[in-house]
C-alpha cells in the first residue's frame, strides 16, 4: 500500500490520472489490496437472516410512518432500463420524477432518474436544472462485458450528456475467478472519467452469492473510490435482499469509522411495496444510523415502488385508498 | 494484569448520536386481547373451583404495577385433591388411553395454541413483564411447537431407546418459574402426557396467568379431567406438592436453592426427580468470530428476556486481540437498544418481572462497582411506574468478583478477557454451574476443540439462546440434571 499518485494506462492508451484522495489508501499491487480485504471479517449466514427477520417485526406508525414514506419517495431512482425505452417514455418518466403525484403538489421530487447512456441527453433535457439528478447506467450495463477503453467510452458518453450520477457494474467474472485488483482498477478508472459525477458500484450481489462475498466486494468498492455501492442490476434472478442490505449497510458504517468516508448504498430491483420499502429503512436505521437516512445516501431502485409508496401516502393522509389509475403509469 | 479497557461516558453519548433519526412511534398491541378474569379458581379435575373457597393474591403487571387479577392460593387439601384427582385420572384413564390416543389430544392442544396465540401472547406480556415481539414470536410459538413434537412421541415409545414397552411414572409434580411461564409449562406437559403421565402443575406465583389460559384449553380440547390439574399458589404450595405421598415425579425449573432443598425433601422417598436450575452462560468470542452476527449473539444471549434466562450468556468471554472493538460494538448496540412498555411491537428489553428480583439485580450489580469492576449502563430512559433495569455491561471483570460467579438473572452482562483458547475454557468451567455456553468462531475445527472441553449441558456454535422442541436442553453440575426437549426429554417421564 502507498500514497501514491497512481496513472493507469488505459487500452487505447490515453491514461488516466487517478486524483488522490484524502483519507483513502491507494493500491497498487494486488498483494496490498488482498491484505487490506483479508482483515474483513466473516459473516455468519444464519445470524445475519435473522437479525433480518427480527428487524423486520418493526411497527411503523402515524407520523413515523408518513415520514417514512415521504422520505422513501425522495430516496426513488425512478427508473427505466428496457430496450424498448424511447424518447418519448424517458421524458414521461421525468416528469414523474420531478412531481410524483400531478394531483398533489406537497409530494417531494424523487432522487433521480435512472436511464442508458443514450437516454441521457433526452432525461437532461426534460429534467434541466431541476434537483432531480440524472443517472445513467454504464461500462456495458449490466453484463460489463466489454473492454476496459468501451467502459470508460460508455461512461464518458454518459457524462458528457448529462448524467450527474453513474451506475456503473463490477467484472463479477474477475471478481470471482480472483482477480480483484482487475476489479479495483476498473473502478478506479471510471471514477476518474465521472469528474464531478458520483459513481454508483453496482456489485451484482446475485452473482456473487455468498454474504462474504458481498462485504468483500462492498469493502473493494468503497476502497476504489466509490461514492454509492449499489446491490443489482435488476437484470439477473436474485437482485436486492435485506440480509443483504445488512450487510452492505454494516460495510459502509464500518468503512466511515474506519476512513471517515460516508459511502451511500442503493438497493435495486424487486423491491415494490411500501412495506418492502419501510423495511429497509428499518434496516438503515437501525444499522448505519441517521447519516444515512437521506437520499445522498440511501437510493431504491425501483420503478413500480412509486406509485405504491404514493398510494400509501394517500391512505396515510385521507384514510382511504385510491384508485391506482389516480397515479399516472408513468 | 490487563490494561482496563475504559469506555467512558462520553463516548455513550457519541455512540447515541450515531443512532438511528427515525423515531418509532408508539405501535402498541391492545391489552383487551387477553381478556382476563377478576379473579381464578384452581383447575382440578377438569374444573375450575370457586374462587370463594379459597385465601388469594394479586398478580400484577410489572410494567404498570397494576393488579391484573385475584388468584387463588392453593393450601395443603387443594394440593391433596389435585394429587387425588391427577391419580385418578392416571389409573382410571391415561394409563389405559392410547398412544395415538393421548397424540390426538396433544395435537388438539398444540393447534388450540396457535389459534389462540394472540391472546396467550398478550396476557404473557402483561402477566410477566417481557416485550410483546418475544411472546408472540418465541414463547407462544414454541409452546406449540413443543406439544406438536411430543404428539409424534407418544405412539412412538417403543422406538425411543429405552426399551421394548416403556411405561409411565404416574402422577408428576411440576413446578416452573416466571421467566417463561407458558414455554415453561408446554415443556413440562407435553413429554408428561405424551409417555402417559398425569399432572399437577404449579405456575410461578408471579405469573400464573398463562398457565390457567391454558387451562380453558386444556378443556377446550376435551381433555380427559384430571389428566392436568393446575395449582397456583407460593412456595408452600409447592412444598405441599414436593411433599405429597402420591406423587411419583417431581419436576422442578428455577433457581439452584429451591431444587437443592426439593432433593433434600424427596430423599428416601422413591420419587422420580429432575431439575433444572441456575446456570451463568459463557459466551466465547475468538477473534476470526463473524463480528456482527457475534455481537447481535451476545445481546441475543444476555437482554433477550430481561436476561432472566437459566442459560442466559452472562459472562463474556472475549480474546484480548479484539476486547475494545467488541466492547465498542457491544456498547452501541447496547445503547441503540429500546427499553420500555412491553406491549410496544418495537420494544426489545421489557421491565423486570417482580419487586424482589428487581433488588437481587441493584444488590448483585452494585457489589460489581465495589469489587471495582467498571460499569456501562445505557442511557435509555426508563418508565416511573413499574419495576426497570438498563441494560448493563461490566468491563474490567475479575473472576473472583462476584457478578462472575453469581447469577444475577437480569440484564447485566459481565465481560472478560483470555488470550488462548485454553484460557478460554478454563474461565469458562470456573464456575459451579453448567447449563449453556456459546462458541463463536468461523473456524471449525476450534468451535469443536472448545465445544468439547466446556462442561455445560448445552453448547451453542455461532449463535446463543436458540431454542428447539427435537434438541435436549439441561444442565450438569449445579444447573441441575435431567434433559428438556427431544428424544431425550422422554426419559424424564418413563420408568426407566
Redesign the interface.
Known amino acids: 500500500m502507498t500514497s501514491s499518485a497512481l496513472r493507469l494506462v488505459t487500452p487505447d492508451s490515453t491514461g488516466i490520472e487517478i486524483p488522490t484522495r484524502k483519507n483513502l489508501p491507494t493500491f497498487v499491487t494486488e498483494s496490498g489490496l488482498r491484505t487490506e480485504l483479508k482483515k474483513l471479517?466473516?459473516?455468519?449466514a444464519?445470524?445475519?437472516e435473522?437479525?433480518i427477520a427480527?428487524l423486520s417485526?418493526?411497527?411503523?406508525?402515524?407520523?413515523?410512518?408518513k415520514?417514512?414514506i415521504d422520505l422513501a419517495i425522495s430516496m426513488v431512482d425512478l427508473t427505466t432500463l428496457e430496450g424498448a425505452d424511447t424518447a418519448g417514455r424517458v421524458a414521461s418518466l421525468c416528469t414523474k420524477a420531478m412531481h410524483p403525484d400531478a394531483n398533489n403538489l406537497s409530494v417531494p421530487s424523487v432522487a433521480a432518474v435512472c436511464v442508458y447512456p443514450d437516454m441521457v441527453a433526452n432525461a437532461r433535457a426534460v429534467i434541466g436544472s431541476s434537483p432531480v439528478h440524472v443517472a445513467s447506467v454504464s461500462t456495458a450495463f449490466p453484463s460489463g462485458r466489454a473492454s476496459l477503453a468501451v467502459k470508460l467510452l460508455d461512461t464518458k458518453d454518459a457524462v458528457e450528456a448529462g448524467a450527474d450520477e453513474i451506475d456503473m457494474v463490477i467484472d463479477r467474472g474477475a471478481f470471482l475467478s480472483g482477480n480483484l485488483f482487475k476489479v479495483y482498477e476498473e473502478i478506479v478508472a471510471v471514477k476518474a472519467v465521472c469528474g464531478t459525477a458520483h459513481l454508483k458500484v453496482i456489485l451484482e450481489t446475485g452473482e456473487l452469492v455468498t454474504y462474504d462475498n458481498v462485504r468483500k466486494a462492498s469493502w473493494l468498492a468503497m476502497l476504489a473510490g466509490a461514492d454509492f455501492i449499489k446491490t443489482s442490476t435488476g437484470k439477473v434472478g436474485v437482485n436486492a435482499t435485506l440480509p443483504v442490505a445488512l450487510v452492505m449497510l454494516?460495510a459502509v458504517r464500518d468503512f466511515a469509522e474506519e476512513y471517515g468516508e460516508l459511502v451511500g448504498v442503493k438497493v435495486a430491483g424487486g423491491i415494490r411495496t411500501t412495506k418492502d420499502a419501510l423495511k429497509y429503512?428499518?434496516v438503515?436505521?437501525?444499522t448505519a444510523?441517521?447519516?444515512w437516512?437521506t437520499p445522498e445516501y440511501f437510493r431504491f431502485g425501483a420503478s413500480s415502488l412509486l406509485n405504491d409508496l404514493l398510494l400509501q401516502r394517500t391512505k396515510q393522509l385521507s384514510g382511504n385508498y385510491a384508485r391506482p389509475d389516480r397515479f399516472s403509469g408513468d | 494484569m490487563l490494561d482496563p479497557i475504559v469506555l467512558v461516558e462520553t463516548d455513550m453519548e457519541s455512540l447515541h448520536s450515531?443512532?438511528?433519526?427515525?423515531?418509532?412511534?408508539?405501535?402498541p398491541e391492545s391489552a383487551a386481547i387477553a381478556k382476563i378474569k377478576k379473579e381464578y379458581g384452581l383447575f382440578i379435575n377438569g374444573q375450575f373451583t370457586s374462587p370463594k373457597d379459597h385465601k388469594s393474591f394479586f398478580t400484577i403487571n410489572p410494567a404498570t404495577e397494576e393488579k391484573l387479577s385475584k388468584i387463588s392460593q392453593a393450601d395443603a387439601n387443594d394440593v391433596d385433591a389435585a394429587v387425588q384427582s391427577a391419580k385418578r385420572a392416571y389409573e382410571k384413564v391415561w394409563s389405559k388411553t392410547t398412544g395415538p390416543e393421548r397424540a390426538k389430544y396433544l395435537f388438539r392442544i398444540a393447534r388450540l395454541i396457535q389459534e389462540r396465540s394472540r391472546e396467550l401472547a398478550v396476557t404473557e406480556t402483561l402477566d410477566n413483564g417481557k416485550p410483546i415481539?418475544e411472546t408472540r414470536?418465541i414463547d407462544v410459538p414454541l409452546a406449540a411447537a413443543h406439544f406438536f413434537y411430543y404428539a409424534g412421541w407418544a405412539d412412538k415409545l417403543s422406538f425411543a431407546g429405552y426399551g421394548a414397552d416403556p411405561k409411565p411414572i404416574g402422577v408428576a409434580g411440576q413446578i416452573i418459574p416466571w421467566n417463561f411461564p407458558l414455554l415453561m409449562a408446554a415443556w413440562k406437559l407435553a413429554p408428561a402426557l405424551a409417555a402417559g403421565n398425569t399432572c399437577v402443575l404449579k405456575p410461578a406465583e408471579t405469573t400464573p396467568l398463562t398457565a390457567l389460559l391454558l387451562a380453558e384449553i386444556l378443556q377446550q380440547a376435551e381433555l380427559p379431567d384430571g389428566v392436568v390439574n393446575i395449582i397456583t399458589g407460593d412456595g408452600s404450595t409447592g412444598a405441599a406438592l414436593v411433599e405429597h405421598p402420591d406423587v411419583n415425579k417431581i419436576a422442578f425449573t428455577g433457581s439452584t436453592g429451591v431444587g437443592r432443598m426439593i432433593q433434600q425433601r424427596i430423599a428416601g422417598s422413591g420419587k422420580h426427580l429432575t431439575l433444572e436450575l441456575g446456570g451463568k452462560g459463557a459466551n466465547i468470542v475468538f477473534e476470526?468470530?463473524?463480528?456482527?452476527?457475534?455481537v447481535?449473539?451476545i445481546i441475543d444471549g444476555i437482554f433477550f428476556n430481561q436476561g432472566h434466562v437459566c442459560c442466559a450468556g452472562s459472562r463474556l468471554l472475549v480474546q484480548e486481540s479484539i476486547a475494545e472493538d467488541v466492547l465498542r460494538r457491544l456498547m452501541r448496540r447496547v445503547e441503540?437498544l429500546r427499553v420500555g412498555d412491553p406491549m410496544d411491537?418495537?420494544t426489545d428489553v421489557g421491565a423486570v418481572n417482580s419487586a424482589e428480583q428487581l433488588a437481587r439485580i441493584s444488590e448483585l450489580t452494585a457489589t460489581g462497582e465495589e469489587e471495582g469492576a467498571t460499569r456501562l449502563t445505557s442511557t435509555c430512559v426508563l418508565p416511573s411506574k413499574g419495576f426497570w433495569f438498563p441494560p448493563t455491561v461490566f468491563t474490567n471483570v475479575s473472576q473472583s468478583h462476584r457478578i462472575a460467579r453469581e447469577e444475577i438473572f437480569g440484564p447485566v452482562l459481565s465481560m472478560l478477557t483470555f488470550r488462548t483458547p485454553e484460557e478460554a475454557v478454563q474461565k469458562a468451567n470456573n464456575t459451579n454451574y453448567g447449563l449453556a455456553c456459546g462458541v463463536w468462531s468461523?473456524k471449525g475445527s476450534r468451535t469443536l476443540w472448545v465445544a468439547e472441553r466446556l462442561r455445560a449441558g448445552v453448547i451453542w456454535a455461532?449463535?446463543y439462546n436458540k431454542f428447539d422442541p427435537t434438541s435436549p436442553f439441561g444442565g450438569v453440575r449445579e444447573s441441575g440434571f435431567g434433559r428438556e426437549g427431544g428424544r431425550q426429554g422422554l426419559e424424564a417421564y418413563l420408568n426407566v
Open positions: 471479517s466473516g459473516i455468519d444464519v445470524g445475519a435473522a437479525r427480527k417485526t418493526r411497527s411503523l406508525k402515524k407520523e413515523t410512518k415520514y417514512a454494516e429503512l428499518v438503515v436505521n437501525e444510523g441517521s447519516s437516512l | 450515531q443512532l438511528g433519526g427515525l423515531q418509532y412511534d408508539n405501535a415481539r414470536d476470526d468470530a463473524p463480528i456482527d452476527e457475534m447481535e449473539g441503540q411491537k418495537n468461523e455461532n449463535t
